[in-house]
């Protein structure tokens, strides 16, 4: 028996990959076509957002307890949350949530660790990496981090919030992306956190000029380990 596994939704293009990704990945461990009994609730992509606009982490909580309280309904036995935006609430929605979570960083940071990496670069939403949700989790592990450049940073939130999310893949983004890597490595970063579950849709191993950290597959493969562990 496995566990029951509940996806708290916010992007589609992110929490699809997710649950793609865990569907595609089980088998290996449980037999052909065998994965998890997986539930997934979604609340709109804009009331995060305009959660977001406003700074309102309370509204952001609120909205991934309703979510929870949604799964727990449907059989869920713990939760994950494909959308490393919106864990800047997640302190408070570990306290009041009705199911157990994974921490999308933790489970980046401890990737990252096991690899040896030592200096991270963070890409996502501005958002995102102007916040401490990766920092916090990069320092509690002994590790150092690094951010890009101011202008850099909101581009790349334009380009995650008006093309990635909506399935659009252009080549000059995936350009912009590598020129940031790039610059991070420079940095003395010797790997870079996908920090936005979109990402991974454009940049892997195989086009970035520093290993990458890709926190939609870790927490999906997390999240695998978890159900059956």
């Known amino acids: 028996m496995t566990k029951h596994i509940g996806i708290v939704g916010c992007s589609a293009e992110g929490a699809a990959l997710c649950y793609k990704t865990i569907c595609t990945e089980s088998p ?22 305009k959660c977001l606009d406003e700074n309102n982490l309370a509204g952001i909580g609120e909205l991934m307890l309703a979510s929870a309280a949604k799964l727990k ?66 320092e509690d592990a002994g590790l150092s981090w690094q951010r890009p450049a101011t202008g850099e940073i909101a581009e790349i939130g334009r380009i995650i919030m008006q093309e990635l999310v909506y399935g659009i893949f252009k080549p ?42 890709n926190s939609n597959r870790l927490l999906a493969l997390a999240a695998i380990a978890q159900a059956t562990a």
């Open 28 to 49: 290996a461990l449980l037999g052909p076509h065998a994965h998890p009994e997986i539930s997934m609730h979604t609340f709109s992509l804009a009331d995060y957002v």
């Open 172 to 213: 000059e983004s995936v350009a912009y992306f590598q020129q940031v890597i790039g610059g991070l490595k420079e940095k003395g970063c010797d790997a870079v956190i996908l920090g936005c579950t979109e990402i991974p849709l454009i940049i892997d191993d195989s086009n970035s000029l520093l290993p990458t950290l």
């Open 73 to 138: 309904l449907q059989g869920a036995d713990f939760v994950i949350c494909p959308d490393n935006t919106i864990h800047q609430a997640f302190d408070y929605v570990k306290r009041e949530s009705p199911l157990p979570w994974l921490h999308i960083a933790e489970v980046v940071v401890a990737s990252a660790k096991a690899r040896g990496f030592q200096r991270l670069g963070i890409l996502g939403t501005q958002w995102l990496v102007e916040s401490d949700v990766y920092p916090q989790k990069i």
